[in-house]
Nanobody, 125 residues
Framework: VQLQASGGGLAQPGGSLRLSCEASGGTGSTYAVGWFRQAPGKERELVKAISWNGNSIFTANSVKGRFNISRDGAKNTVYLQMNSLKPEDTAVYYC???????????????????WGQGTLVTVSS
């Protein structure tokens, strides 16, 4: 499966952005999907993940109450809605998918098989 991430850009503090991760070349609806981010000099961090059926969602403490994840099975697309953005949210964001991961929480403990290219999010005034 191929993943295409899009939607990054420049946002002001307190603003919003929505990232999209479109899957192709496979049955994307059967994969758990996660959004990771990596800022310069920092380790990669899983911020949100959703199980293949949407029944479980993982949320990192750093984005709790601000970021939401959802999926549209018909479009094979997973969205990351980012609200109340902070400068510390600046990073390259990657979507990743794995068919063998059954819960969103499990994605925090493993490295998914499939990765999209990164999309840069910059939060600055």
């Amino acid at each position: 499966v191929q993943l295409q991430a899009s939607g990054g850009g420049l946002a002001q503090p307190g603003g919003s952005l929505r990232l999209s991760c479109e899957a192709s070349g496979g049955t994307g609806s059967t994969y758990a999907v996660g959004w990771f981010r990596q800022a310069p000099g920092k380790e990669r961090e899983l911020v949100k993940a959703i199980s293949w059926n949407g029944n479980s969602i993982f949320t990192a403490n750093s984005v709790k109450g601000r970021f939401n994840i959802s999926r549209d099975g018909a479009k094979n697309t997973v969205y990351l809605q980012m609200n109340s953005l902070k400068p510390e949210d600046t990073a390259v964001y990657y979507c990743a998918a794995d068919r063998s991961i059954s819960t969103a929480q499990a994605m925090a403990r493993t490295v998914p098989d499939y990765w999209g290219q990164g999309t840069l999010v910059t939060v600055s005034s």
